[in-house]
């Protein structure tokens, strides 16, 4: 696979079909008509909100990975796998904790907050690996 560095960021270049595009692991950055076109597209983008967007995407690739690393931690915390937002996920391709559902899934009582809820019945690291999960 080409690559190319912009901002010091690597960029794929690839063709699909008739086609060119740039992409930042996974994400589709600019298309072109020819390989040229797609490139320069990419190069013309501001500076700040291209790396910007990026540091965007990585972060969001963390926060999956994250949900992933630690869905079995999760499990023997609370007693059953962390409800996925997977609308969230359809639109974004983020993996996030349902904050509803887990709600519902804790029988939070009536009146209280999830957070104070989760913090005395589970503990403030209960607590922090639900606030990364979201």
């Not at 597209?41 to 990585?58: G, R």
């Not at 990975?65 to 499990?75: D, S």
Request: aromatic fraction near 8%; proline fraction near 2%; include cysteine.
């Amino acid at each position: 696979m080409e690559t190319i560095e912009v901002h010091g960021l690597t960029f794929e270049i690839t063709q699909i079909d008739n086609e060119w595009q740039t992409g930042y692991k996974g994400a589709s950055a600019t298309r072109g008509a020819t390989q040229k076109e797609a490139i320069d597209n990419l190069q013309n983008l501001d500076k700040d909100w291209l790396v910007s967007a990026c540091a965007s995407h990585d972060g969001k690739l963390a926060k999956s990975e994250y949900f992933k690393t630690n869905e079995a931690m999760f499990k023997k915390v609370f007693g059953f796998s962390p409800p996925k937002d997977l609308l969230l996920y359809r639109v974004t391709g983020v993996l996030s904790l349902d904050v509803i559902k887990l709600d519902e899934m804790l029988h939070t009582p009536e009146g209280v907050s999830t957070k104070n809820y989760i913090e005395d019945k589970f503990g403030t690291v209960a607590m922090t690996m639900v606030e990364q999960m979201i």
